[in-house]
Nanobody, 122 residues
Framework: QVQLVESGGGLVQPGGSLRLSCAAS????????MDWYRQAPGKQRELVAT???????NYRDSVKGRFTISRDNDKNTVYLQMNSLKPEDTAVYFC????????????????WGQGTQVTVSS
């Protein structure tokens, strides 16, 4: 089994910054894709940023130039640096990590974090 622990959410004023972290632990052989999603009240969960490899990143258009996804493979951790935050960024943010487990079958499976609330308001 794999456990994900998110941290870093909170209340911030428009134009402010937050850094989210998501640490994975457990039966990990390797980590594949590391993603951040968000879900605002009454809306569907949407992909914010994805990092399929150590050097490749992709972002939804509304956060390009403001958000940065990064990963530390030694710590099995993915980060989301969010700058110039806007009220429309308010949502619960979830990390999603695809893991190859260290069992004999090298099972590949995706895991979700518990979610962390980000509120952008004056």
């Amino acid at each position: 089994q794999v456990q994900l622990v998110e941290s870093g959410g909170g209340l911030v004023q428009p134009g402010g910054s937050l850094r989210l972290s998501c640490a994975a632990s457990g039966s990990i052989f390797s980590i594949n894709t590391m993603d951040w999603y968000r879900q605002a009240p009454g809306k569907q969960r949407e992909l914010v940023a994805t990092m399929p490899s150590f050097s490749s990143t992709n972002y939804r258009d509304s956060v390009k130039g403001r958000f940065t996804i990064s990963r530390d493979n030694d710590k099995n951790t993915v980060y989301l640096q969010m700058n110039s935050l806007k009220p429309e960024d308010t949502a619960v943010y979830f990390c999603y990590i695809v893991v190859t487990s260290n069992d004999s079958g090298r099972t590949v499976r995706g895991y979700w974090g518990q979610g962390t609330q980000v509120t952008v308001s004056s």
